[in-house]
Each structure stands twice: as C-alpha cells, then as structure tokens.
C-alpha cells in the first residue's frame, strides 16, 4: 500500500535562511508520481511539482529545489532564502499509476517570520 | 481556460440538514476526484469518477455520503443528516490522462469547499 510521510509537522525559521521540508514514501509499484502541494492561510491548493519515479533529476525552480532520491525513497524540497510569503502548509503526494487514487502526507506547516 | 470549480466556498449547514458540495472540473476534463481535509489534517480521498461512473468510493463513508458526476453538469458530493464531525474543507481535484506523454496524469484541485456544520 502507498504510504507518505512527511516527519515535520511544523518548521519555523526567520527570512532569508534556507529550509528543506522532507517526504519519505512507501510503494510497490515500480511506476509512481510524486508531487509537491502548496497551502497559503488562504487554504487553496497550488501545484508546485510533480515528478515520475523513472526521473531521478533533481531540479530547480527558483528559489524552489527538489531532491528526488529512490534509494532512500524521499523526494524533499527546499526553499532557499525564505520569505515570508512562503509561510504556508507544504503537502508531499504520491499517486501509483495502478492506483485511483493520490496519497497525501499530513503535511508540514512553515512560519517563516521577518 | 478555467480552472476547476467549486462552489459553494463556504456552506454552512445545521445538524440533520443536507450538504451539497458542487465541483465542475476543468474542460476536457473527464475524471474527478473528492477528497477530505479536516482541520490540522492532510487531504484524505474520497472518490474517484468518471462521467456516469463511480471508480472507486474506498475512501467514502458508508453512510450518509455519496457523489456522482453526471453527463451533463458539475460533479456533485452529497452529504445526508450532516453532523459536526463533517466539518471540514471538501476539495475536487480533475485530471486529463495523455497516453502518449510519460507522465499520463496532471491533477488540478479546486479551491475547496469549507463546511461548517452547527
């Protein structure tokens, strides 16, 4: 069975320092999609990445990385030089392509304070 | 191109009475999913529809709750005798599956419905 699990239920760190959010995950299926979530205060749902297990790339966006690594089955992100605006609940995901549906972390809330 | 839809952003609903929860997806859309985040929570699945078609009501209630996605018009999450324990944020997600691209799923979630039941 899927399984996600995100250790840190909540992360407070002042502007400008850098913060990596973990996900650890657990599946049998060899063909997998991992994703990123992101939830303001204003409790929407926004799409920050989604990557598929034969992709091992880390990648970059902006201030936003991710650390795919299968041996360890995690997918973490990190935010460099954090903002405030980055204050949100982070959610991990992961959805197995046999499977209906995608299984969320509890999800890791970041303060960050100025 | 509109994103998925639902209203209402926030219901508010007595003990006893009946919620419904409404989720149009994206266009060309034609797979829906429901899930359930209680406060403090992460989001819990539901149910999972195509268009005239349950998939996979695991995640549902036994009772009280069910949800369909007719031909025409919006998905629709219904919740019977609603009771507190109810409250929470209902969120629709939809999907295109793209065969011939590597990645075959592209989930877009709603803004959510809050239910709030007093």
């Known amino acids: 069975a899927q399984k996600v699990t995100q250790a840190q239920t909540e992360i407070s760190v002042v502007e400008k320092e850098d913060v990596t959010l973990d996900c650890v995950y657990e599946?049998?299926?060899?063909?997998?999609?991992l994703f990123w979530y992101k939830q303001p205060p204003s409790g929407e749902l926004v799409f920050l990445i989604r990557r598929n297990s034969f992709d091992e790339q880390n990648e970059i966006s902006g201030r936003y990385s991710w650390n795919f690594q299968k041996s360890t089955s995690s997918f973490n992100f990190t935010i460099t030089a954090s903002q405030v605006v980055d204050s949100a609940v982070y959610f991990c995901?992961?959805?197995?392509?046999?499977?209906?549906?995608?299984?969320f972390g509890a999800g890791t809330r970041l303060t960050v304070k100025p | 191109n509109a994103g998925v839809m639902q209203n209402p952003r926030h219901l508010v609903r007595r003990r006893g009475q009946e919620a419904r929860l409404r989720c149009s997806p994206m266009?060309?859309?034609?797979?829906v999913y429901w899930y359930r985040q209680l406060p403090e929570e992460g989001l819990k699945f539901m149910v999972y529809l195509q268009k005239e078609n349950i998939i996979d009501e695991s995640g549902m209630p036994k009772e009280r709750f069910s949800a369909e996605f007719p031909k025409e018009g919006p998905s629709i999450l219904r919740i019977q005798q609603v009771v507190r324990g109810d409250s929470a944020a209902y969120f629709c997600?939809?999907?295109?599956?793209?065969?011939?691209?590597?990645?075959?799923?592209?989930?877009?979630f709603g803004s959510g419905t809050r239910l709030t039941v007093v």
């Open positions: 995901a992961l959805s197995e392509y046999n499977n209906n549906d995608m299984r």
């Open positions: 266009k060309g859309h034609s797979h």
């Open positions: 997600a939809s999907f295109l599956t793209l065969p011939e691209l590597d990645e075959t799923m592209f989930y877009t």
């Open positions: 599946t049998r299926d060899t063909t997998y999609y």
